[in-house]
């Protein structure tokens, strides 16, 4: 499956002429994303240029969410290109079909209607339907030149056009009809297209707007809350305790057994519930975290119809969720004086 996913990507670099190679581009990819949560991670958890704002677990969990965030935009990157050139290829089919059928009725020739396709203002299906005419005017037969047009671009629906044209001169069918009705199916299947992402827009919108702002603000404020509230609860207990007990660091415990916080002094208070706050937070914090991966992949379900472009929104709504929990956080702490 990896082997699949390795050629079919390798195949998007090379439809936009990516100038980088895909394994240089990968390596460079990691090597940036890997140099930016560093750099993070320097600044809001070791507090290195003394500007901190994050405690050490929210600074790590931060900077891993930017590292998978940086590297899936740079992979993704020569994707989304390929998906736009490729969008802009099949949109333009039906008008160029209809033009090529239009000139077949007047009279002209197979090769003369692509070459007015390729004077055409069609965009990146201008600049394929040239590469036919190149190949034919070299001497290529004209089913290798359109088998030639169809390997070179990723598009479904390209690719079956073209099986039914040269089915068609095959079969001594009219060419012209034949384009007619494949323009007028392109067209409707890009009209359904339309017609489902936006009578989903909503949902997907309120399902994005609960998941990745609305749910990570209130989580954001719960854990200043209860923060607030612990502190308080230990400023009392610390202030008939530290004159007896000297309380040493907070020991971290998943489960935060009261027996791992006891000391040569007596039990280690403080210690004990800055592990529950942790784990508080660290839950809470892990739910926003598989909140922020269903929420990408029901959005490419619903908006893409399949679940592959799902890598694309995870990273995304993980970086927005993080920053919204955060930011709430920050806020919340602010206002009790923390």
Sequence with gaps: MLAKAWSIYK?????????????KWLILSIVVAIGIALTIWLILGVDVFKMSLMRPIH?????????????????????????????????????????MADTLKAGGTFEYALRTVSTAEYGPLTEEVGLVLRRLEEGENLQNSLRGFANNVNSRVLKRAIDIILDSIAAGASLADILDEIADDVRATHRIIQERKSTTLMQVLFMIAAGVIVSPFIFGLVTAIVEFLMGQTLAIQAYSTTKANTIVGAQVSWFCMPSSFMTVTGPNVAGYWGCVKDTIAILLML???????????????IREGNISKSFIYIPVFLFISYTVYYMSYVMVSGFFGR
Excluded: C
């Design 11 to 23: 195949e998007y670099l090379r439809e936009i002429r990516w100038p980088f190679s895909p394994i």
């Design 59 to 99: 600074a790590t969990i931060f900077s891993l969410i930017s590292l998978v965030a940086v590297l899936d935009i740079f992979i993704a990157y020569p994707y989304l290109l390929s998906s736009r050139r490729i969008s802009q290829i099949d949109n333009n089919l039906p008008d160029a079909f209809k033009q």
């Design 287 to 301: 739910y926003i975290i598989l909140e922020a991966i269903a929420v990408g992949f029901m959005t490419s379900m």
